[in-house]
């Protein structure tokens, strides 16, 4: 006699990708809901103009040519180029790297906890982007710290999941990557493990009671209590990635015209 499996039984990820990819589709809507990025102008940097040498572009945005208008003396070695064509992705993700980790680390510990008995940490690492972003009132193009969140597995299993690729021109589909492809992308030089960053951005969301990420974060919460993991792992992997989209892109819309945070 056949035995018949129930629906909670079998409906859970198999994997820590299946897992974690769900919650970074809630991430990305968040994300999306901001409006697109003011940009005005682009300047390209010359790579040896940077001390990491790598290709970079300096970015104006519309209310920065108000009082400050694009000058090549004010960088050197500059020159002028059409903008890549990953630049508006880059920019949808620009700097948001510690707003992806404060919102998703609980809930990423949570179901990596309850599914694989996995451990995260929120860590700061260097990157080595393949082309680097910066405002026009950096006077040193210096590298900034990134916030990715290291999951290790119970069997010793390290992975790193950044949230916000993008920004640095890498390509989307490399959110998740085992430590060491992780460590090779960035040059070899690790990170630290930064509770101490994590409380910094704790306190930064507080200033800002009605700002997007700290709405967004609320909603967030919300939204997770309202996915139905049971029935998420039901579905096939696209059916799975459309339906999530779906609910957080519901969740998070309105959210560049909000006034007030939620309740």
């Not at 010793?156 to 949230?163: E, I």
């Not at 492809?181 to 030089?189: C, M, V």
């Amino acid at each position: 006699m056949a035995t018949t499996i129930s629906p909670s039984a079998a409906a859970r990820p198999t994997n820590i990708k299946d897992a974690l990819e769900v919650l970074l589709l809630c991430f990305e809507a968040a994300a999306d809901a901001l409006p697109p990025f003011p940009l005005a102008y682009a300047m390209a940097v010359a790579p040896e103009a940077t001390p990491t040498n790598i290709p970079s572009l300096v970015i104006w945005q519309i209310e920065d040519l108000k009082t400050k208008p694009p000058s090549y003396s004010d960088f050197g070695s500059l020159c002028a180029s059409f903008p890549p064509q990953s630049l508006p992705a880059a920019l949808a993700r620009w700097n948001m790297c510690d707003y992806f980790a404060i919102l998703l680390i609980d809930e990423v510990r949570k179901k990596m906890d309850e599914y694989f008995g996995a451990e995260v940490d929120w860590w700061q690492i260097v990157p080595r982007p393949e082309l680097g972003l910066f405002t026009c009132n950096e006077e040193k193009f210096l590298p900034r710290g990134h916030s990715v969140l290291v999951i290790t597995e119970a069997n010793g299993v390290v992975s790193v999941m950044d949230g916000t690729p993008e920004q640095f021109h890498w390509d989307r589909s490399t959110w998740l990557l085992l430590g060491n492809d992780f460590q090779a992308r960035i040059g070899g030089i690790w990170g630290i493990n930064s509770e101490a960053h994590m409380r910094q951005c704790e306190d930064s969301l507080g200033l800002f009671p009605k700002g997007h990420w700290s709405v967004a974060r609320k909603r967030m919460n919300v939204l997770f209590g309202e996915l139905d993991w049971s029935l998420l792992f039901l579905l096939s992997s696209e059916d799975r990635t459309a339906s999530v989209k779906a609910q957080a892109q519901l969740a998070f819309a309105g959210m560049h015209r909000i006034e007030e945070t939620l309740e």
